[in-house]
């Protein structure tokens, strides 16, 4: 079990910028696949941004893609999540979380941290 803490959120206005961390204490980290989701008010829970071992596979949805960044420092056992131009519509808890497979990550990751409010005002 990856014990996962998440910080970095908070209110923000549209346009703004935030960015979110994530520190794991699984001292193999760098093997596992991170990622972020979020939920929003009223709404079902949906993946984010993904980022492989190793750094080398990123994949980010639709709604985020050319807005957010995610990246990894295993030095630090943390992965963050860069969120520019940021909407009303990016509010919501963000949840990080980490698998040991990349193939199930975007669905069913083992992990998940206790989240993070971000708020976006219009």
């Known amino acids: 079990q990856v014990q996962l803490v998440e910080s970095g959120g908070g209110l923000v206005q549209a346009g703004g910028s935030r960015r979110l961390s994530c520190s794991a204490s699984?001292?193999?980290?760098?093997?596992?696949?991170m990622g972020w989701f979020r939920q929003a008010p009223g709404k079902e829970r949906e993946f984010v941004a993904r980022i492989a071992r190793g750094s080398g596979s990123i994949l980010y949805s639709d709604s985020v893609k050319g807005r957010f960044t995610i990246s990894r420092d295993d030095d630090k056992n943390t992965v963050y999540l860069q969120m520019n131009s940021l909407k009303p519509e990016d509010t919501a808890v963000y949840y990080c979380?980490?698998?040991?497979?990349?193939?199930?990550?975007?669905?069913?990751?083992?992990?998940w941290g206790q989240g993070t409010l971000v708020t976006v005002s219009s």
């Open positions: 699984e001292y193999t980290f760098g093997l596992w696949t």
């Open positions: 979380a980490a698998d040991r497979s990349i193939v199930t990550f975007t669905t069913s990751p083992a992990n």
